[in-house]
């Protein structure tokens, strides 16, 4: 999977945020705020193909939590971003 090329994080006020055009009849954006980890993470892996097993060899790297979390967070992440329709 891959984040869309086209999605870039933007800092509003202190916030990082991602700009998500909406893909319905009507003419609507959304807006993605970004955590910490999520902003991370969106750095580390933008304009790469990545697995579930990359984001928790990130999270690893990055954080003092146990496999089990950082997988159990990495599926997780992975399911928001499909529901917000940002992967490729």
Request: charged share 30%; hydrophobic share 45%.
């Amino acid at each position: 999977m891959k984040i869309k090329s086209d999605l870039k994080v933007r800092m509003i006020a202190g916030e990082a945020i991602v700009l998500l055009q909406s893909n319905g009849n009507s003419d609507m954006t959304k807006v993605l705020a970004l955590n910490p980890s999520s902003k991370y993470l969106w750095d580390e892996l933008q304009g790469k193909d990545f697995t579930a097993d990359d984001i928790v060899d990130l999270l690893l790297q990055q954080y003092d939590v146990e496999e089990a979390k950082a997988r159990e967070d990495a599926l997780k992440w992975i399911d928001q971003l499909k529901e917000l329709n940002v992967l490729e």
